[in-house]
């Protein structure tokens, strides 16, 4: 099989980017340095192999300004044969879902329709991790990912998908849009000055389009403004001899009460009990993510419904899971689960009679769900948010941008869709139990997907509700892991990393804190030998306390936290866990 690959890359601020907008309420971009992004060079590269291999074709296409030529410049250097900008002023400003359908629509300008669509499973600037699910939706394909291994076998595609707590056997049919995890293989990286030049890209503007809306104005999600990040820390850092800053460091923290047990006094608001009567729906899928993730999803939704007079109604693949306490008012039991036949059956069964909003957890099954419900509605969606209320009727949203920075996304759909990360939400006090108005809706079998073998792994979900997080960076060799033991077990504590650590394979992916990563509130969070960058911080901001221990005393680190000790982690940890026995016992 001779396969025609494309793959979708996207540039993007090469580290940290300021988060600010621009007059027009777009991100401001101008002056940053940009690259490829990460994920997108795994997209390339796999596409370069797979096109070789069989003897097939590749191509690369962007969308963004005339500048974005260098990411398809870099592509062209690697092997890839082909190379289409879609560049036009009119397109600034785009969310997902006006990427998508520009996207989609150059796609379907190749003279060879493209076998394979590869895309990168997210981006460090915006994390959506939706335009995939919504292209396929789009081109009305089939959809899988983030995919460590891909390889074409008899007219279809085997790939190993990974999750946050393991991996699984799942074969495609062709054509078919699969997003490329980070860790699938060694990124697409030429030396600039084997770049061709950018003569060698075919430019294509929105003329060359059929004839639709474009661009900011035409979104049905915007950010209407960003919220520079609270600052509510005062660090103490600690220097000189390890003994004495572990000492002062611990005499700090138990001042602070971070060894004290959680008291009544800070217990979560109660659920929210609906009125009887004619009520919105919110609707809240319930997937296969983790127990308190769902209770912490339902109790927001309820808070929602309370907001504006609505009502829950949870849809679920297993049943009843004590749903009605955590903030259910009626629940849908689905007897299918796949994600593309799970839409279809939404989008009939909602008909003319749309929800308020329809919410779900940003986990992979979550995403497409949403994802192919946002084109088939023409709603947008709102991804990877870390709060939400209601702002006169409609919907608002918190999510991680740059320079440590809040976005506050609107959507102007209806309804309005978001994935949340559940981590960060509240767990909040059930309420009496009660039985529950259940539906039963038919899910017809996707016969363009075939699930086998699922293992599971490490079990990243007990970040989500740890008290205590270890976060560990590239400055911890994971051979010395072990010497962290004592003190993570004396407090109980969780193991994280940064997205360095677990894209070279040293913790689980379902370990990574971050914007690309998950998102955690514990009470007491342990930076160890990591730098501080913005985009992991992000992940672990609403800590009630943040230890850092680096030897640089300019780590970026020790900005943003309460307790800092600039020490060697393997010098000063001994005494950590001496002194900490006697404040844990005590």
Known sequence: MNLVVTALVKQVPKGDHSGRLDADGRLERAGSVAEMNPWCRRAVAQAVRLARETGGRSTAITMGPPAAV???????????????????????????????????????????????????????????????????????????????????????????????????????????????????????????????????VRVVTTTDLPEAPWGLSASPTKVAQVHPAPLTRNPVIFRGHPQSQATRALAELTARGCFQPQTAATSPEPVHTPPSGRRAAVVVLVGAGSVEGTRALLGAAAGLAGEVGGAVVAVTTTGDQDLARWGADSVVVLDGDEPRAVARALVEWMGEGRPWAVLGAALPWDREVLARLAVAFDAGLMSDLVSLSAKHGRLSGLKPSGGGTLAEILSRGTPQIATLRTGLLPLRTPRADRPLEQLTLHVEPDTAITRTERRTGDDGDALDRAEVVIGVGRGVPPEKYDELEPVRVLLNAELAATRKVTDQGWLPHGRQIGITGRSVAPRMYLAVGLSGNLNHLAGAGRAGTVVAINTDPAAEIFAHCDVGLVADWQEVMPYLVDGLRSCVSG
Not at 99 to 112: F, G, S, Y
Not at 140 to 165: A, C, K
């Open 70 to 200: 260098d990411v398809l410049r870099e592509a062209l250097a690697w092997g890839v044969d082909d190379a289409v900008q879609l560049s036009d002023p009119a397109l600034a400003g785009s969310d997902c879902l006006v990427t998508a359908r520009a996207l989609a629509a150059t796609i379907r300008l190749q003279d060879d329709p493209p076998d394979l669509i590869l895309v990168g499973n997210s981006s460090v600037d915006g994390s959506t991790g939706a335009v995939g699910a919504m292209l396929a939706e789009l081109l009305g394909l089939p959809f899988t990912g983030p995919v460590l291994s891909l390889e074409p076998v008899d007219g279809r595609l085997r790939t190993t998908v990974q999750y946050d707590t393991g991996t699984e056997s799942v074969t495609i049919d062709l054509p078919a849009v699969v997003a490329v995890a980070e860790r699938s293989c060694d990124p697409a990286k030429a030396p600039a000055d084997t770049w061709p030049s950018p003569d060698t």
